[in-house]
C-alpha cells in the first residue's frame, strides 16, 4: 500500500473528522482531525490496518496546544501522524493507554511537560521528575506576546 | 493477606551502568509486581535544541546515547534532510553505513558482555569487551573518536574514509568474524547459558505490539520490523542483508539475534568498503544553504531499535521543535511484561536484555522564570531537593519489611 492509498482509505471511513490532509516528501502524512475523533482514528489505524504507535509529539504554539500522533505501517515504510489542536486555556484529550500501553509514559510525559490532561489514563503520574518539580509549572509551554 | 518485600535496584547500584531506581516487589524469591522511578539522567535535550543551530544540534543529540552515539544524529540527518528535500551523494551514503554498522557491533559486543557479566559469566564479558576494544580503534582511525564521532551533517558526512583507510577496516572484518564464530560457540552451546536464559522473561508477539516494542527486543518475539529494511536510508537499500528474527521471546532469542545481528553487521561494512573503493574520494558533502519551513521524521535503526526524530522548522536557524523518542523509551517499559511471575534473579537479566539505555529515555529540561529570566530551580535548591529526597527513600524503605 502506497501512502496515498493508505490516506484515501482513511478518509473514506472518516470524512467528518478530517480537516486537513498534507502529504509530505517520501512515505510521510500528516492528517488534521478533530480531537474528539482520536480514539476512533487511531482504533482504526492500530486495529484494522496494523499500524504501529511510534510516539506522539506536543507542540505550544500560538494556535493553542498541538499534538502529533505518529504511527507507522512497517511493512510498507509508512508513517501517518495523526494531528489535533486542543484548547489554549484548558488541554485536554482522550488517552490512548487503555487501547496500547506504548502510549502510556508518552502520555505521562506531555501531562508533566506540557500540562495537558489525558482524560481516563490508567495512571497520569508524573513520569520524569516525581516529587522533584514544582506543582503546575509546565517546563515545555512558551508565553506568547 | 500477603505482604510483600520491597527490594531496590538503583539509583546507584553495581549491576547497571547508569542510576535508575527499580523497586521489585517480591512474595519470596518471586517478583510480583516492578515500578521504576527516572529522573536522574535528566538534561533537557529536547528543549536545549531549540536554542542551537542546526548544526550544533548535531553534537547535542550525538551525546544523548554514549554507547550508540551515532543513531540520534543519523535520524535528526534524515528528519532535516526531509526537511530540505535533498538526497546526498552516494560516498557519504556508504560512509554512513559503515558508520551505523561498526557501532552496531561495538554495542552488541557490549551487551553480550554485560548480559555475561548479570549472569555471573565474567568470562564472557572480559572476551567480548575485548573484542569490543579494536573496533574502537577503527573509529578512533577513521574519525578521531572513540565514540561521539562527529561525522554527520546535514547533507553528507565531515570526513571521508580514504582508501588507505579501507584495508584496516577489511582485515578486522575477518578477525571480528573469528572472535564471533568463537563468542557465539561458546554462548549458544553453554548448558548454563540454556538454563539462565532460555524461557526467561518471555514477552510474546502481543505484548511486543501493545508495547510498540522496537528492534532486537521485537525482533526476537518474531515481530519483523527493521527501520534499514522498511523505511530505507543511507546504503542499506544499496546492499545485501537480511533481517535476523527469532520466536521465542526470551533472553536466549535477544541474544541470538543480536550476536547473529553483528555478522550481517559485517557483511554491510565489507560491501560498503566494495562500493568506496569503486566510487571517487571526495565529494562526501553537499552545501546546504538554510533549512526551510517544514515538518521532518527521521528514522534509524540503532542497536536497540528504532529511533525517532520529528523536527518542526519554522525557516529560522533552530529547529521550533524537536521531539526525540529512543528505542529504551518503549522497550524498558516491557518489563512489566518480561519481570513478573520471574525469580528476583532471573528478574535482572530480563531487564538487562532490552538494552536498556536510560540516558536515551530520559531528556528534560531546566526551567526559567520568563517574566523575571531567573531559574525556577537553582543549584543549591537542587542539593536540597537531592538530600530531601535521600532521606524520604531512606525513611520509607526503613518502613518496608
Keep these: ?145 | 493477606m500477603s505482604r510483600k518485600t520491597l527490594i531496590p535496584i538503583g539509583p546507584y547500584h553495581p549491576l547497571q551502568e547508569e542510576p535508575e531506581l527499580f523497586k521489585l516487589y517480591c512474595d519470596g524469591e518471586i517478583v510480583r509486581d516492578i515500578k521504576w522511578e527516572t529522573g536522574y539522567n535528566h538534561r533537557g535535550i529536547e528543549k536545549l535544541s531549540e536554542s542551537k543551530s542546526y548544526d550544533q544540534v548535531f553534537f547535542l543529540v550525538e551525546r544523548i546515547c554514549g554507547i550508540c552515539s551515532t543513531s540520534h544524529p543519523f535520524a535528526f540527518a534524515n528528519a532535516v534532510e526531509e526537511i530540505v528535500g535533498v538526497e546526498i551523494t552516494d560516498r557519504s551514503k556508504y560512509i554512513r553505513s559503515v558508520i551505523g554498522e561498526l557501532e552496531r557491533i561495538h554495542s552488541h559486543l557490549l551487551w553480550v558482555g554485560l548480559a555475561g557479566h548479570f549472569l555471573g559469566y565474567n568470562t564472557v564479558f572480559m572476551w567480548a569487551w575485548k573484542y569490543r576494544e579494536p573496533i574502537l580503534d577503527l573509529f578512533e582511525m577513521i574519525t578521531g573518536n572513540r565514540n561521539s564521532y562527529a561525522m554527520f551533517k546535514v547533507g553528507g558526512v565531515r570526513r571521508d574514509i580514504e582508501k588507505s583507510k579501507i584495508p584496516a577496516i577489511r582485515k578486522e572484518m575477518g578477525v571480528i568474524r573469528k572472535k564471533l564464530d568463537l563468542l557465539t560457540g561458546a554462548v549458544m552451546d553453554d548448558p548454563v547459558i540454556h538454563a539462565r536464559t532460555k524461557g526467561v522473561g518471555i514477552l510474546t508477539r502481543q505484548d511486543v505490539i501493545d508495547y510498540a516494542a522496537v528492534g532486537p527486543t521485537a525482533r526476537a518475539s518474531g515481530v519483523d520490523i527493521d527501520v534499514r529494511r522498511d523505511d530505507p536510508y543511507a546504503a542499506y537499500p544499496l546492499v545485501n542483508w537480511k533481517v535476523i528474527t527469532a520466536e521465542a521471546g526470551d533472553v536466549f532469542a535477544k541474544a541470538e539475534v543480536r550476536l547473529l545481528e553483528m555478522y550481517e553487521s559485517a557483511s554491510i561494512i565489507e560491501q560498503c568498503l566494495d562500493a568506496l573503493e569503486k566510487l571517487e574520494e571526495g565529494n562526501i558533502a553537499l552545501k546546504i544553504n538554510e533549512i526551510p519551513a517544514g515538518i521532518g521524521t527521521g528514522r534509524a535503526e540503532a542497536p536497540r531499535g528504532e529511533v525517532f526524530h520529528f523536527v518542526v522548522s519554522d525557516g529560522s536557524n533552530s529547529p521550533a521543535r524537536h521531539k526525540i523518542r529512543a528505542p529504551s523509551y518503549t522497550n524498558i517499559a516491557t518489563f512489566k511484561k518480561s519481570c513478573i511471575g520471574q525469580t528476583i534473579a532471573d528478574a535482572t537479566i530480563s531487564l538487562a536484555a532490552v538494552d536498556p539505555c536510560y540516558c536515551c529515555t530520559e531528556r528534560m529540561a531546566a526551567a526559567y522564570d520568563n517574566s523575571s529570566g531567573e531559574k525556577i530551580l537553582n543549584a543549591n535548591e537542587l542539593i536540597e531537593i537531592s538530600m530531601k529526597r535521600t532521606n524520604e527513600i531512606r525513611k520509607s524503605e526503613a518502613g518496608h519489611e
Design chain 1, 1 to 145: 500500500m502506497d501512502t496515498e492509498a493508505a490516506i484515501n482509505k482513511l478518509t473514506g471511513k472518516f470524512i467528518d473528522e478530517i480537516a486537513e490532509v498534507t502529504l509530505q516528501k517520501g512515505r510521510r502524512a500528516i492528517v488534521t482531525i478533530r480531537h474528539t475523533a482520536l480514539l476512533s482514528l487511531s482504533e482504526y489505524l492500530f486495529k484494522s490496518e496494523g499500524f504501529r504507535f511510534i510516539i506522539a509529539s506536543a507542540m505550544h504554539t500560538r494556535r493553542g496546544f498541538e499534538i502529533y500522533y505518529h504511527f507507522s505501517l512497517d511493512a510498507d515504510g509508512i508513517i501517518l501522524s495523526l494531528h489535533v489542536i486542543l484548547d489554549r486555556e484548558k488541554p485536554h484529550i482522550e488517552s490512548l493507554s487503555n487501547m496500547f500501553s506504548a502510549s502510556n509514559w508518552i502520555e505521562r510525559e506531555m501531562h508533566e511537560l506540557f500540562g495537558i490532561d489525558f482524560l481516563h489514563h490508567p495512571n497520569q503520574e508524573k513520569l520524569l521528575s516525581e516529587g522533584n518539580w514544582a506543582e503546575g509549572v509546565y517546563p515545555y509551554r512558551k508565553e506568547f506576546k
